[in-house]
């Protein structure tokens, strides 16, 4: 689920322009996350990762993937 709301009150804040480097550099951080959970990393430093990408997806009104993450971040840090 996308939250429009918080992506346009995003853009309102930053400008049109602003709003593009910011989703440029959530995709840049989402990819370098992805590939960071596919190595061999302790739990600790998954559940880092998660939590890094569960806050820039709120950032950007991304509420789905942000729940998916504060779930297998929850799990992470249980072990």
């Known amino acids: ?3 429009w709301k918080r992506i ?3 853009r309102e804040e930053i400008g049109a322009d602003g709003f593009v480097e910011v989703a440029d550099m959530f995709l840049e951080e989402a990819e ?3 590939r960071a959970l596919l ?3 302790t ?3 998954v559940e880092s990762q998660l939590h890094s990408l569960k806050g820039s ?3 950007l ?3 789905a ?3 998916i993450c504060q779930d297998e971040e929850r799990k992470a840090a249980a072990g």
């Open 32 to 34: 370098e996350a992805v």
């Open 39 to 41: 190595a061999d990393l």
């Open 43 to 45: 739990l600790e430093e």
């Open 65 to 67: 993937l942000a729940a």
């Open 57 to 59: 997806a709120l950032n």
């Open 8 to 10: 346009e009150e995003l």
């Open 1 to 3: 689920m996308i939250d």
């Open 61 to 63: 009104g991304l509420s």
